[in-house]
């Protein structure tokens, strides 16, 4: 197991068999492709990972606790489903964060940071430019999560890490194909207000972009999908 699997989740090791369902559930989530409310059957992850129930019990029992999957007492697991209102304060929390993690990183960000946020943004164009929609939602939430990385608090990526997973979930139920991942160039237009030390420009940014997402939501409506459980999660999709 390599500590980007650990990172991922912000946990400590777990067993490899573990982890590895972990992994796969988170990535298959943020990417879209479980759905809310998609019924995670014990026996279909027993027989997709090759390994015994404990192992995916004590894996789900994990992802509960990161509020990816809701454990519901004699009905089993479930990815978990945000309601319109769990939705709003979702946004809300991210707007109160994100804009202070931007503030924070305007006024004394490293040279190394501004790279490591321009080479991101070119990986979501190489993404873009190939319409590879499983990567660009992916690197999509990822740059938020590398925003916090930037500021070097291991706290505010964790919570921001959950909440932006928390968000994937929130796109794949009340959004639609066109608005899976951010706006183009916004993320350049927030690295730009960074890089030249503008930290009330680098708060207007994000904001715009935050809203400008939650505002592409229909919370009135939900998407519904039957998954392929075992074709998602051992990545024939």
């Not at 298959?28 to 059957?41: N, Y």
């Not at 027989?47 to 809701?70: K, N």
């Not at 916004?186 to 503008?198: L, N, P, V, Y």
């Amino acid at each position: 197991m390599t500590d980007e699997s650990e990172d991922k989740l912000g946990t400590l090791r777990t067993d490899p068999d573990e982890q590895m369902i972990v992994d796969r559930i988170y990535s298959a989530v943020m990417e879209q492709k479980l759905a809310p409310r998609t019924k995670l059957s014990e026996l279909a992850l027993c027989e997709t990972f090759g390994v015994g129930r404990m192992r995916v019990r004590r894996a789900l029992l994990l992802l509960s606790s990161q509020g990816i999957v809701d454990l519901r007492s004699n009905r089993g697991a479930y990815v978990a489903c945000p309601s319109a209102d769990e939705a709003r304060e979702v946004f809300v929390a991210r707007l109160m964060i994100e804009t202070g993690i931007v503030r924070e990183l305007a006024r004394g960000i490293s040279d190394e940071g501004v790279q490591a946020l321009r080479a991101h943004v070119e990986k979501e164009e190489i993404a873009r430019n190939d319409d590879d929609r499983t990567e660009m939602i992916r690197l999509s939430g990822a740059f938020h999560v590398e925003l916090a990385r930037c500021h070097k608090n291991s706290v505010l990526t964790r919570v921001l890490r959950e909440l932006v997973t928390r968000t994937s979930l929130i796109v794949a139920l009340f959004g639609s194909n066109r608005n899976a991942t951010c706006p183009d160039d916004e993320h350049t237009s927030i690295i730009d207000a960074i890089a030249d030390g503008q930290p009330q420009a680098a708060e207007d940014a994000i904001r715009h972009h935050i809203l400008h997402v939650q505002n592409s939501l229909d919370l009135e409506q939900t998407q519904k999908t039957e998954p392929d459980l075992a074709k998602i999660l051992s990545g024939r999709m």
